[in-house]
């Protein structure tokens, strides 16, 4: 268990449709990442949150956007969803916001299919 | 833009043999490396990781990796492998910014009995 929790496991909804994906980091992380893992792109970075701040960008779409919480719980929302949406999207946290330190503890990911 | 290479998208491995899944990267002055184990229906979990100082690192559940900057390589390791190591393998890389961590595309270990 790696402390990360992210809900729902799975979610099914229609193209068009707009979800949330909710992700609470390890007790004192300070940093939140979102990934997209799917079987033709691998895992690609999304955006990172730093302390409730916005600290990078990555391949994220603009249909896509996420916030970090006071309480450092960070959601992602996708809206307008397609069929290439369909993925498995997954919340790291870290304890501060530069990867010199590297390690990222990462959750079970939330699934998504969009029908 | 800073890249990982995993060359092997499938290994085939019989239990008890040694295996070696090959990682390359290309990099800027200071690469930090990781390697990350999925196992299916999970997240990832960090095997090893190398920041600095003596190229061959140890990490969990016997698994070691040596870097090598002359061939911008960091190459994880098993003496012998269980069938339990079956799962997918992802080297990371990071240049020390803000930007999370660029994954290769994983290899996937099949462990044959």
């Known amino acids: 268990d790696s402390g990360v929790t992210q809900t729902p496991k799975h979610l099914i909804t229609a193209t068009g449709q707009r979800v949330t994906l909710r992700c609470s980091p390890r007790?004192?992380?300070?940093?939140v990442y979102w990934y997209q893992q799917s079987l033709d792109q691998g895992l690609q970075f999304l955006i990172q949150?730093?302390?409730?701040?916005?600290?990078a960008k990555g391949n994220i779409l603009e249909r896509f956007s996420a916030q970090q919480f006071p309480d450092l719980h960070s959601e992602l929302n996708l809206s307008s969803l397609e069929l290439g949406d369909s993925a498995l999207y997954f919340c790291?946290?870290?304890?501060?916001?530069?990867?010199?330190?590297?390690?990222?503890?990462f959750g079970e990911g939330s699934r998504l299919t969009v029908l | 833009a800073q890249s990982v290479t995993q060359p092997d998208i499938h290994i085939t491995v019989s239990e008890g043999a040694s295996l070696e899944l090959r990682c390359n990267y290309s990099?800027?002055?200071?690469?930090?490396l990781f390697w990350y184990v999925q196992s299916p229906g999970q997240g990832l979990q960090l095997l090893l990781k190398?920041?600095?100082?003596?190229?061959l690192v140890q990490g969990i559940k016997g698994f070691e990796a040596e870097f090598k900057r002359s061939q911008s390589s960091f190459n994880l390791r098993k003496p012998s492998v269980h069938w339990s190591d079956a799962a997918e393998y992802f080297c990371a890389y990071s240049g020390g910014g803000a930007d999370g961590l660029t994954f290769g595309k994983g290899t996937h270990l099949i462990i044959q009995p």
């Open positions: 790291a946290s870290s304890v501060d916001g530069f990867t010199p330190a590297g390690e990222l503890f």
């Open positions: 007790s004192g992380d300070l940093s």
């Open positions: 949150y730093y302390n409730g701040e916005e600290r």
């Open positions: 990099y800027g002055a200071t690469p930090y």
């Open positions: 190398y920041f600095s100082g003596d190229t």
